[in-house]
């Protein structure tokens, strides 16, 4: 059973950054992809940014506009997403991510998710 802990949501003023980490645990992890999705209120979750096995990273078009940086420490695994420029639209439920397993076949896991409010 994988476990994912988020940490470091909170309030943020537009203009701002906030960093977010996940930590993951549980037994003889081998965890394919990570990284973060985001769900606002009324509108589906939507991806923020992954990272895979060889680095190979996607964001979503906001991140990349604003430069977000997703970065993983595969050997503690744990995972951080910096976020820069923030604006009120990034207010949002942010979700730690998972893909246990290979390229071919993972097993999602989710964190509990943490908020982020960015006030104008």
């Known amino acids: 059973q994988v476990q994912l802990v988020e940490s470091g949501g909170g309030l943020a003023q537009a203009g701002g950054s906030l960093n977010l980490s996940c930590a993951a645990s549980?037994?003889?992890?081998?965890?394919?992809?990570v990284g973060w999705y985001r769900q606002a209120p009324g509108k589906q979750r939507e991806l923020v940014a992954t990272v895979d096995n060889y680095a190979a990273t996607e964001y979503g078009w906001f991140a990349q506009a604003r430069r977000w940086t997703i970065s993983r420490d595969k050997a503690l695994n744990t995972w951080s997403l910096q976020m820069n420029s923030l604006e009120p639209e990034d207010t949002a439920v942010y979700y730690c991510?998972?893909?246990?397993?290979?390229?071919?076949?993972?097993?999602?896991?989710w964190g509990q998710g943490t908020q982020v409010t960015v006030s104008s």
């Open positions: 549980g037994s003889s992890l081998s965890l394919y992809i």
């Open positions: 991510f998972a893909g246990e397993g290979t390229w071919a076949e993972y097993v999602e896991q």
